[in-house]
């Protein structure tokens, strides 16, 4: 199984990102899918979640409004639409997969991707 994330990089806030999550080795419909951050010095945490179909999505307090889960189940791809940015949304950002329902706690998960960087500069 793999995960591979894309579409990181550096923005001037107030800006948009649109990350990607290519899914290989897993049939994507069959799990629920998260996007979690870590920031240098703190815990990972989760930003969003979504569930098989796209039915339910769940977002941290934190991005509400700004950022969007979504997924396409037959190109076996996650994305978080990124808008309006803010210098403490820069963190590493993971995608993960879950076949059970989502949750905010990453050791629920059981792949993971290995992260892609989003800076926001003030």
């Known amino acids: 199984v793999q995960l591979v994330e894309s579409g990181g990089g550096l923005v001037e806030a107030g800006g948009s990102l649109r990350l990607s999550c290519a899914a290989s080795g897993l049939t994507l419909s069959e799990y629920s899918m998260g996007w979690f951050r870590q920031a240098p010095g703190k815990e990972r945490e989760v930003v969003a979640s979504?569930?098989?179909?796209?039915?339910?999505?769940k977002y941290s307090d934190s991005v509400k409004g700004r950022l969007t889960i979504s997924r396409d189940n037959a190109k076996n791809t996650l994305y978080l639409q990124m808008n309006r940015l803010k210098p403490e949304d820069t963190a590493v950002y993971y995608c993960t997969s879950r076949i059970s329902v989502a949750t905010v706690i990453p050791d629920d998960y059981e792949y993971w991707g290995q992260g892609t960087q989003v800076t926001v500069a003030s």
């Open positions: 979504i569930s098989r179909f796209g039915k339910k999505t």
